[in-house]
């Protein structure tokens, strides 16, 4: 079984204040993949970035950084000096292969709703 | 190059009747997902068809199912809808598969049932 943890259900920052989103995932494969979504009010999840269970560099692209830590099964979003345009739904999503057949089938958080105000 | 498109944007149908909705994926992407979202369950995956054989299938009911064409473009049919079925549904496309690549979404149906 997989699960992905978001525990923040809704945070509020002011403009350019920096916010880090939290992901805390369970897995006992050790092939697996994380995700970063964003879903902005208009609906359409937006691809941020993957990475795989071998790769635990950090990434900075941007605004936007990812710390991923094996150790303690977290892939955390900061999001730096944030902007009003950051305001939105922010998913992490964790594939691992099924037990048969080696299909990956993602499995995602339920979300942390980002507002920034201006 | 154009994205993942849906249609309809907006649906309202009635207990028991039945729903098609349709997904075109970007050009040259033969994996296409399907994935149910409400304030309740969150996002949870329906199914994946892939070159046109359903590869991946969630936890759902057998009146959801779907089908893939050979250009790509896929369909997803809810049978005898229920008030629950009211969600948005959103479609995904893929270079070559669901989970161990990134996904590029459409926009998605709002699907609201009576």
């Known amino acids: 079984a997989q699960k992905v943890t978001q525990a923040q259900t809704e945070i509020s920052v002011v403009e350019k204040e920096d916010v880090t989103l939290d992901c805390v995932y369970e897995t006992r494969d050790t092939t697996y993949y994380l995700f970063w979504y964003k879903q902005p009010p208009s609906g359409e999840l937006v691809f941020l970035i993957r990475?795989?269970?071998?790769?635990?560099q950090n990434e900075i692209s941007g605004r936007y950084s990812w710390n991923f830590q094996k150790s303690t099964s977290s892939f955390n979003f900061t999001i730096t000096a944030s902007q009003v345009v950051d305001s939105a739904v922010y998913f992490c999503a964790l594939s691992e292969a099924l037990l048969s057949g080696g299909s990956y089938i993602p499995t995602f958080g339920r979300g942390t709703s980002l507002i920034v105000h201006p | 190059k154009a994205g993942v498109t849906q249609t309809p944007r907006y649906l309202i149908k009635t207990r028991g009747q039945q729903v098609t909705l349709s997904c075109s994926p970007i050009s040259g992407h033969r994996s296409v997902s399907w994935y149910q979202q409400t304030p309740g369950q969150g996002l949870q995956f329906l199914f994946e068809y892939f070159s046109e054989t359903q590869r991946n299938k969630g936890n759902f009911p057998g009146r959801f199912s779907g089908r893939q064409f050979s250009n790509s473009r896929s369909e997803m049919n809810v049978s005898t809808l229920e008030l629950g079925d009211s969600a948005l549904y959103l479609c995904?496309?893929?270079?070559?598969?669901?989970?161990?690549?990134?996904?590029?979404f459409g926009p998605g149906t709002r699907l609201t049932v009576t």
């Open positions: 995904a496309s893929s270079l070559t598969g669901t989970g161990a690549h990134e996904q590029y």
């Open positions: 990475r795989n269970s071998f790769d635990e």
